[in-house]
């Protein structure tokens, strides 16, 4: 199955869909910047995720940040972008706990997929949010 992470790019189209110069690519690939995929003959192997970033680099150079800034910017977004996805998933494990629990739990899922617990008796605030309601067990 494809990707946006498969390394299907050899260094040559990875550079025209990026609009780059092969030896770029290389020299991103020594300071960090990019990190393809390396075959068993050590070739280079880009990904549809990798081409994206070396036009963002691309972008970035463009505005005047010189390349340390751009490395820096890169690992700030993707440090961002796995805390958000971990984020994601504690709050999934979360409200699997809460809601396997016995007792009263009352719980409202946000516009953006968010976990919000609500007071026992209050109701949801915004008119989208669907409120998730787990009667007590008696006996």
């Keep these: 199955m494809i990707d946006e992470a498969t390394p299907i790019f050899a260094i040559a189209v ?3 869909l990026a609009g780059m110069h ?3 690519l290389r020299q991103y690939d020594r300071l960090g910047l990019v990190s393809p995929t390396r075959t068993a003959g050590q070739s280079r192997r880009y990904s549809m995720r990798d081409v994206v970033q070396l036009r963002e680099i ?8 010189n390349l340390e800034g751009i490395r820096r910017i ?3 977004e993707n440090d961002n972008r796995a805390l958000r996805a971990r984020v994601r998933v504690l709050e999934a494990a979360l409200a699997d706990e809460l809601l396997n629990r016995s007792g009263r739990r009352v719980f409202a899922a946000g516009s953006e997929g968010e976990v919000v ?7 949801a605030q915004k008119a989208n949010q669907l409120v998730v309601w787990r009667p007590l067990r008696r006996g």
Excluded: H, W
């Design 22 to 24: 092969p030896q770029t």
């Design 58 to 65: 691309a972008r970035l150079s463009a505005e005047g940040l």
């Design 117 to 123: 617990s609500l007071r026992a008796g209050t109701r």
């Design 74 to 76: 890169l690992e700030l």
């Design 14 to 16: 990875a550079a025209e």
